[in-house]
């Protein structure tokens, strides 16, 4: 399988995809074409590494990493992802928990998988090429902690986080912080979008890109958008087998990465009905499907801040799939929520059925009870992002509890955190990185 850009850069091979990122011109790579799949195609298959494997192999047609689809599907879906019932509607609404990973965000299944993806890649290239990778990220929060996670500890690679020091959750700023060893921390005096541009000046500059073979792994890379596909596949064929029906997605979205995924397992055939798409003020989406007028702004800063995104980088791929709007507004729909909803939502779903949410997840349950009564019949499932405790400053107050810490997030606050405090300019990024030490090749 090719892989085409965006903006009409001529098709690449997957490997090449994965390790660019983005196409030279700046376009987001896209399948040069879809297989077509029927739920009899998954017959007998049930957990996420067979579902992956089968509704992947495709995808790594003719790539260097076709013989290790199975092994990376193993690799990266190693924790559990539950649709669990709500006791509503019947048992016909229920809750896919994306957050069971690491660190605890959705944002685990890409990165494991493209980091899986890539080990193998670079143990593949010439002996010449054996100087690490440099993965370099900015991040609002989740995207750093996932990456990290993913690639610690991996022979050939080192990872430089970006983030806006003091506008992350303390536990988010802890996560960021708490690897050593292959992982630099940057504690960038400045906002996200200080750290997406100091980023996009590194890779920009040649003499640091060679110097340190400086590598993305963000949210566009298609490496993180093909794992996503997979947990949208499985509840599909989970729902389907259940209630004899396909179900229908509401789905927490910010630069539309997560949903994409549910919007590629429905074209390729596996039984996804609607996708609903909940935002939080950030409109762009919402106000763009109402009218049609594409008009990415500034983000504005919300509880769920993994979601602000002013100008979500996925939307090219949308619109590259559904390039006639008519078409496209049958395809998805969007409601955006407000912090004061989120706040209700969180306090109310506490109260009257003990459940609790994140600030983003919340939004999801939110948009769904707007639905219109007859709507809400048909199977839905709410699309749980990250776990409440990763966001305790918010949900606590709300609920008047503690949120129980999952295991794998209590041991990554257990550990001594390291940062480096950087002003936002590039000499500092080179600085920091010329003072580094770490990971070398180990
Ligand atoms: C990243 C993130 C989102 C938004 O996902 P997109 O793919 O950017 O739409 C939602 N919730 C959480 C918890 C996240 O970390």
């Not at 896209?30 to 089968?54: H, I, N, Q, S």
């Not at 400086?214 to 389907?240: D, E, H």
């Not at 009218?291 to 801040?305: F, H, I, K």
Request: hydrophobic share 45%; aromatic share 6%; with cysteine.
């Amino acid at each position: 399988m090719n892989y085409l850009g965006t903006r009409g850069e001529p098709p690449v091979g997957l490997e090449q995809a994965l390790l660019a990122g983005l196409a030279p011109d700046g376009g987001l790579y896209m399948p040069e074409t879809l297989p077509a799949f029927g739920p009899e195609d998954f017959d007998g298959l049930d957990t996420l590494p067979d579902v992956g494997k089968r509704l992947l192999t495709q995808f790594f047609a003719d790539s260097a990493l076709a013989p290790e689809l199975a092994a990376i599907c193993g690799e990266a879906f190693d924790f559990p992802v539950p649709c669990v019932s709500l006791d509503a509607n019947g048992g016909r609404l229920s809750v896919l928990e994306l957050f069971h990973g690491p660190t605890a965000a959705f944002k685990d299944v890409g990165a494991r998988f493209l980091a899986a993806c890539m080990q193998r890649l670079s143990s593949a290239a010439p002996a010449a090429e054996h100087r690490p990778l440099t993965i370099m990220v900015a991040t609002s929060g989740d995207t750093g902690g996932a990456v990290a996670a993913a690639f610690h500890g991996r022979p050939g690679f080192r990872v430089v986080i970006l983030y806006p020091d003091g506008q992350v959750s303390p536990r988010q700023a802890h996560q960021l912080s708490c690897w050593g060893d292959n992982v630099l921390t940057l504690a960038v005096d400045g906002a996200f979008d200080d750290c997406q541009a100091l980023v996009k000046q590194a890779f920009g500059h040649a003499g640091l890109r060679t110097a340190h073979r400086l590598c993305s792994a963000n949210s566009i890379n298609i490496g993180r958008l093909l794992p996503q596909m997979v947990y949208y596949a499985a509840a599909g064929l989970w729902t389907l087998r259940a209630h004899g029906e396909p179900a229908s997605f509401v789905i927490p979205a910010g630069n539309l990465g997560n949903a994409l995924g549910a919007i590629l397992a429905r074209e390729v055939g596996l039984p996804v009905a609607r996708v609903h798409l909940a935002t939080n003020e950030n409109r762009t989406i919402p106000d763009f499907l109402r009218d049609g007028e594409y008009t990415p702004r500034a983000s504005v800063a919300t509880l769920a801040s993994a979601m602000d995104v002013g100008a979500p980088s996925n939307m090219e791929r949308l619109r590259a799939l559904y390039p006639d709007f008519d078409h496209l507004r049958t395809q998805v729909t969007a409601d955006s929520v407000s912090d004061d909803a989120i706040r209700e939502q969180i306090r109310r779903d506490h109260a009257r059925r003990g459940q609790v949410w994140c600030p983003h997840t919340a939004t999801a349950a939110c948009a769904w009870e707007r639905l219109p009564i007859a709507e809400r019949e048909r199977p839905w499932v709410l699309v749980a992002t990250a776990h409440p405790a990763k966001f305790e400053s918010v949900v606590e107050p709300l609920i008047g509890e503690t949120v129980d810490v999952p295991p794998a997030l209590a041991a990554l606050l257990d550990r001594p955190a390291h940062r480096t405090r950087i002003g936002a300019d590039l000499d500092a990024v080179a600085e920091a990185l010329a003072h580094w030490s770490g990971g070398g090749d180990a």
